[in-house]
């Protein structure tokens, strides 16, 4: 075998090791991207399932009510505040647990949430909602008076100003819980149900409480009530971005409360003070 057949081999065996280590790399690229995607796919459906139960709980202790009146509306407004504790700490680890396009749009703004997933995770809010809303219907044969909608009762402005209200303080409360390591990150869910449940309590009679648009999407496109709806899309999301904003205007610092009463100087300024 001459030296040039020996040369010709080795530069085969290059060529082929290359090639092997340039496929490597593109699988590893490709794999990367699929778990990703697999990641992406995982919160989706969280959020459709979260939305589905949030909406099948909610609008159908308003329907067993309207129809039965065996829940009043305090048990309503319960209903609303425990399924949204327990969406939250059931899918909250994997998807957030936003299950509102409005809460999805407000942390998009203050750079809690990628821009890119935002379309997604609200065409997966309003399937959830769809979903709900039709099953529901299906379940009780409900009718246009037993409706589990938000309709205006008074005027729109009225309930428009509600909504702006209660989405306001729900949004301060998720970002108060939700994004600043300084609170008690277990107690998320108990916080953010009881504060549905006391905006439905005071909202509920006048505007429905929506607070969400997927809420009262779901149930307008199944029964076909499309009055004032309109005011559970603005006063929602303009409700969420200043209550986000709001709790950003007063968040002082990133570090947890442990981390500033840890230091010797919090204790000498707490002695100077007394």
Known sequence: MSARDITTIEEGIRASDDQYTKGSIEEGTTFCTSAKVVLLTQ?????????????????????????????????????????????VYSVGHISGAHFNPAVTVTFAIFRHFPYKEVPLYILAQLLGSILASGTLYLLFDVHKEDSFGTVPAGSNVQSLVLEFITSFLLMFVISGVATDNRSIGELAGIAIGMTILIDVLVAGPVSGASMNPARSIGPALIMHEYKGLWVYIIGPFLGTIFGGLAYNLIRFTDKPLRELTKTPSFLKSLSRRT
Do not use: D, H, Q, R
């Open 43 to 87: 919160k989706v459906i969280a959020e459709a399932i979260g939305t589905y139960f949030l909406i099948f709980i909610g609008c159908g202790s308003v329907a067993v009510n309207k129809i039965y009146g065996s829940i009043t509306f305090p048990g309503v407004c319960i209903a609303w505040g425990l399924i949204v504790m327990v969406m």
